[in-house]
């Protein structure tokens, strides 16, 4: 499977941004997707996830804010942004869960293909 996310752009503090992030090669249905972001200097971490059925999990400071969904017949999933803030401004990627069948998967090392991400500058 490829994944290429797309969407990122620059925004104020307080805009918002849609990423998307299509597979090709290989259906999503069934498998645990996540969004994960690396800024400058700093670890890839992760964002969101969700399930095979749509439920969903977010990183503390983005709760409230982010918004992550799924559409199967796209072969895609997506990441509503809102209350952007600079301390978002990162590359965002997305991933598929390479191990499945557990309640919560965050950890970095168990997601992948890294495709390219999508830049998201969150400005001042």
């Known amino acids: 499977v490829q994944l290429q996310a797309s969407g990122g752009g620059l925004v104020q503090a307080g805009g918002s941004l849609r990423l998307s992030c299509t597979a090709s090669g290989r259906s999503i249905t069934g498998y645990r997707l996540g969004w994960f972001r690396q800024a400058p200097g700093k670890e890839r971490e992760f964002v969101s996830t969700i399930n095979w059925n749509g439920g969903a999990y977010y990183t503390e400071s983005v709760k409230r804010r982010f918004t992550i969904s799924r559409d199967d017949a796209k072969n895609t999933v997506y990441l509503q942004m809102n209350s952007l803030m600079p301390e978002d401004t990162a590359v965002y990627y997305c991933?598929?869960?390479?191990?499945?069948?557990?309640?919560?998967?965050?950890?970095?090392?168990?997601?992948?293909?890294w495709g390219q991400g999508t830049q998201v500058t969150v400005s001042s």
């Open positions: 991933a598929v869960d390479q191990i499945g069948g557990r309640a919560r998967a965050t950890a970095v090392d168990d997601y992948g293909p």
